[in-house]
């Protein structure tokens, strides 16, 4: 196999150079974002998502070359190694291609094959192998021997066949070749059990269901498998052409022939002989390559659901911050009353309430007058309200609000709440707020979130809130491990205000973790604010080398040097100052200054420590200094009069906000409690690949009504407004009728779903790589 280096370099595209300057950063404990930002000349300017995949994949090869070693060292104890083995066992670049070579070798438990060779049969079945021309019994009688147990021929053929189905199954390139072409031909078949219909209505779309292997979307496999988890669905994965018909060898039995030479030339033995072929293929070869396709069409899912997630986690991090200002977050609720709780401009929590609105209590002008007084008496601009249940009635109730208080210029704004609950009982929300019931913290929650996304939810548990796509379906170290990655990313992007920030957000931060992130916080209460980042090196425990990872994505508004609020890390600061010296200039004067930097060439001010990347992103942040690369802050608006699913008609059009992105399309929020799906097939008039092409969580957007499915709360939307609808129907009412109109030709070759229920958009979209059986 290739050195690591070179193997990684080619699958990304890059220099070799590049991957061992990453690799040598990383193995000396740099981060990915200090990487990928402030160490652009050594390693040719990887950007963030390449280093994460030059991670993830550093780690597999490496392992991949501790498990051959380990391999190795136990063929060699067993005296078996040879120059061929040692080959093939050195060209191997995958675990599955490792594991096929070592199979004969692995200690395994005593099966038929070894007691059969115990009995002194491997002669006989090498005998049989090569010498078709005898009769199988006739070849066997010299070796029956009572007194182990072997007392006639048919005994004696039983263990030989078990030697040869053994020897055929361990054959690496054998078994390599027959995988590949299982893969290439193979489909799942899926199949509702026997009374499971009702009971597993939610999978109806997979009842009689077959798809090619390699075709499939990770959505389609993840939501198959968990219909089988569920005792709903059997799932099988076959061959095309595996089953012999008729007595003929399936191409598979052909393959295992040819490959031991034999063949039906009516010779004595090769009846005998197909036959142990067609065991070996049945009873050995073919269960274990069909676990081992399941097992990676399972992980090729999972890998793309953990993408998709990783994605659309990134984008909720990074989503607009309403900025400071003042905010009244509110949590809907029916019997336990709205939950209520004011931040100030800088999150903290000024004043808690609890109001009772709704049914049953209906205390509307009580909860009216006590809202206002309170956005009055703290100068609020924001009112966020959860997206949970009572979310529309206090939507309502955030109107009057607004209405009754002109001055204060209110705005209302629908916040999700996925995670709030999660935070409000964790050790950080008791930290945080300690005075405050857990109901009140969740209010809390709500109205941060709306002021820094950011600085929020890296508070929770980024499996909690709930963008993901069977999140619960994937391993959860992957998972975790992506994510993890992720908020580093998010965070790091944006930078932190090292005397405001939280110990959750601070922990994110290169090169810190939890326990610095305690202490500086500590430090901070305990010496007041940081004046410059140099005064940072008096936390304990933050190093030299911590220091240099950290430093540049720390920043300190209104300090003595107006560089420590910037992104131009403290050991490019010579830099900055030769740029005022050929400006002659005071660098409160040049931050900001376009024009003045303009008539300046970057390239002027490299030397041999600092290249032209680094100098052009230093420039950058001169211009725009501590920028956020975080979008404007927008909100939607939803229409008066559709507060729920039975208010929806085919044909409306509505704005509503992107709450999660999937392979198979994006789920909107229009406010009626329940998200609509636009499917990728009816995102644009052009072929989307991707979703997550088209749209971003968080992102408000347009959308066309096409179908309400009210039993089964599915709502089909669509970006392209001007598609067809048919506004007859087939619109589900609660009593679970439907009326189906006439399809107009125009409206099925839309490929928008117009006409039918979500299940049928999606069987429209799988259309081409799938078919019912």
């Not at 094959?113 to 049969?121: D, F, H, P, V």
């Not at 052409?241 to 039906?264: D, K, N, V």
């Not at 990728?680 to 749209?695: F, G, K, L």
């Amino acid at each position: 196999m290739k050195p690591v280096n070179a193997l990684i370099a080619e699958e990304l595209g890059v220099a070799e150079a590049q991957v061992a300057a990453a690799v040598a950063l990383l193995d000396g404990g740099a981060t990915v974002p200090f990487i990928a930002r402030y160490r652009k000349e050594t390693t040719g300017a990887l950007d963030d998502m390449q280093l994460r995949r030059l991670e993830v994949r550093l780690t597999y090869l490496r392992d991949l070359n501790d498990r051959r070693r380990a391999i190795v060292a136990s063929i060699e104890s067993q005296g078996h190694m040879t120059p061929a083995l040692t080959a093939a066992l050195d060209a191997a670049d995958t675990k599955a291609r490792l594991e096929d070579l070592y199979l004969p070798f692995r200690p395994k438990r005593r099966s038929k094959a070894q007691t059969a060779r115990e009995a002194g049969l491997a002669p006989l079945a090498e005998a049989l192998l090569k010498q078709p021309e005898r009769r199988p019994e006739a070849t066997a009688a010299p070796y029956l021997s009572p007194e182990r147990g072997i007392t006639d021929s048919e005994a004696a053929l039983e263990g030989a066949r078990a030697i040869l189905i053994e020897m055929f199954a361990e054959d690496a390139d054998l078994v390599g070749r027959l995988r590949a072409d299982f893969w290439r031909g193979g489909q799942l078949v899926s199949q509702v059990r026997k009374g499971k219909a009702q009971e597993g209505a939610k999978f109806t779309d997979y009842f009689d269901w077959s798809e090619r292997l390699e075709r499939m979307p990770s959505h389609r496999v993840l939501a198959i498998f968990r219909g089988e988890r569920e005792g709903v669905l059997d799932v099988r994965l076959e061959a095309e052409h595996a089953q012999a018909q008729s007595g003929t060898p399936s191409p598979f039995e052909t393959a295992i022939a040819h490959r031991f030479g034999i063949a039906a030339r009516a010779r004595p033995g090769d009846a005998w002989l197909l036959d142990t072929v067609r065991a070996a293929w049945r009873t050995k070869i073919r269960p274990g390559i069909a676990q081992d396709s399941r097992t990676r069409l399972f992980e090729r899912a999972e890998d793309e659901a953990v993408t998709v997630f990783a994605g659309n986690l990134k984008d909720l991090l990074l989503a607009a911050p309403a900025g400071g200002r003042a905010t009244m977050g509110l949590d809907p609720g029916y019997r336990n009353g709205v939950k209520v709780a004011v931040a100030d401009r800088t999150g903290r929590i000024v004043a808690v309430e609890t109001t009772y609105p709704h049914e049953p209590q209906r205390r509307w002008r009580e909860a009216v007058s006590i809202l206002g007084r309170l956005c009055q008496l703290h100068g609020v601009e924001l009112l966020a309200i959860g997206n949970g249940t009572a979310s529309r009635e206090t939507e309502r109730l955030a109107a009057e609000i607004v209405a009754e208080n002109p001055s204060l210029n209110l705005a209302k704004v629908v916040v999700s709440e996925a995670g709030a609950s999660v935070y409000s009982a964790s050790e950080i929300a008791a930290g945080e707020l300690p005075d405050l019931d857990v109901s009140h913290r969740g209010a809390a929650s709500i109205a941060r979130r709306l002021q820094d996304p950011l600085a929020e939810l890296v508070k929770i548990d980024p499996k909690s809130i709930g963008v993901g796509q069977y999140q619960h379906d994937v391993s959860e170290a992957k998972l975790s491990r992506s994510l993890a990655g992720v908020v580093e990313d998010a965070v790091n992007a944006v930078g932190v205000d090292v005397n405001t920030a939280s110990p959750a957000l601070l922990a994110q931060v290169s090169g810190l973790g939890s326990a610095l992130a305690g202490r500086i916080v500590t430090h901070r209460d305990s010496h007041g604010p940081f004046r410059t980042r140099a005064a940072l090196k008096a936390v304990p425990g933050l190093g030299p080398k911590t220091f240099e990872l950290a430093a540049g994505f720390l920043r300190i508004q209104g300090g003595d040097d107006p560089l420590d609020a910037s992104g131009v890390h403290p050991e490019a600061y010579p830099v900055v100052n030769r740029i005022l010296k050929a400006t002659k200039s005071d660098i409160r004067v040049l931050l900001g200054n376009a024009p003045a930097l303009g008539q300046l060439s970057p390239a002027a001010f490299v030397d041999a420590r600092f290249g032209l990347p680094t100098v052009r992103d230093i420039f950058s942040e001169l211009e725009k200094p501590g920028r956020d690369p975080r979008p404007a802050f927008r909100t939607a608006r939803f229409q008066d009069g559709v507060e729920s699913i039975g208010d929806l008609r085919p044909g409306m059009q509505l704005e509503g906000v992107v709450t999660n992105v999937a392979a198979f399309g994006a789920f909107v929020d229009i406010g009626v409690h329940q998200d609509g799906l636009v499917h990728v097939s009816a995102m644009a008039r052009r072929r989307v690949a991707s979703p997550a092409e088209v749209v971003r969580i968080g992102e408000v957007i347009r959308v066309l009504v096409l179908n309400v499915d009210v039993p089964r709360k599915r709502i089909a939307l669509s970006m392209r407004l001007d598609d067809p609808v048919d506004t007859a129907g087939p619109t589900r009412q609660a009593g679970g009728t439907v009326r189906e109109p006439q399809r107009s030709r125009s409206t099925e070759s839309s490929g928008a779903a117009a006409t039918g229920p979500l299940a049928e958009a999606l069987k429209r979209a799988a259309a081409a790589p799938s078919r019912r059986r």
